[in-house]
């Protein structure tokens, strides 16, 4: 289930961004979008590229949002692999957006990271700004009163009880005027919740069982988790059979969310007698 709380995140950062640029302290923007993820390195995706435009600006910033459900030892280091690769491509260095959603024993995301070469006599690193959920005041989003916010509240610090913070947490989101967005605010707010209050459900508050199910986020997550495990089985196929597969060739497959698509080229996969005709298909229409 941890796939299905990673996927969420993502959920609320195509939907509701700009929430998470709140969560970070970035206010005063006149609008936001989210951008198509890219593979910034071999079979790696960031969380999230944000476009961000202020009023008196004619250039965007960009944003970079990387979410980890708990600290990592490598979460630092992955950030400024991305800021590098993007600084390069794009010629710019965007903001960082570093979320951490729960701690976890002495593990900590520092928000900072360095490479040096082989002798140490060149140095390249960079510093970010980290935000750890559990150091939020559920209140403080409460009051903003972006509904965006409400699905972080349950791994915010509150006095209340998980069902009293819940209860409110639903009061908020059935004001919600558009109910594509409502119901897929609420599923993404009960998964999260289930981060952390692992021993509680809060069906009932939401809606009941049905009511989860039908939710469009949920279909957009499976779908997110579908193409993933497609794109994992191509490349243990190739791998399989053919052997070592050179990353930089296959690194297209990344970027393919069409399911049909994909399931077009596992099916080649498993028949092609030598890699070129796969990564000829892979590209076709790049």
Known sequence: MRQDKDRSA??????????????AGIT????WKALQAETVAPRRLPDGLLEVRFA???????VLVEIETYPDSDADRQVLDDLMLIAVDRKIVPEVVSLVLKPKGNLTVTGAAERKSPRGGTKLGGSWPVVRLWELEAE?????????????????????????LMTQCRDRL????DLNDRAGLMAVTQ??????????RF??????????????VLDEVKALIRVRAIRENILAVLETRLGSVPVERVAPLQTITNEARLKDLLRLATTCADLDPFVTALTAGK
Do not use: Y
């Open 28 to 31: 005063g923007f006149t609008s």
């Open 203 to 216: 069906l009932d508050l939401f809606g009941g069982a049905e009511a989860m199910i039908e939710s469009p």
């Open 140 to 164: 403080t989003l409460f009051n903003a009163g972006d509904p965006g916010l409400i699905p972080w509240v349950p791994l915010t610090k509150t006095a209340l009880t998980p069902d009293q």
């Open 56 to 62: 008196g600006s004619p250039e965007p910033m960009w």
């Open 174 to 177: 059935v004001q919600v005027p």
């Open 191 to 200: 998964i999260l919740a289930g981060l952390a209050f692992p021993d509680k």
């Open 10 to 23: 993502k959920w609320l950062l195509t939907h509701h961004g700009d929430a998470i640029l709140k969560l």
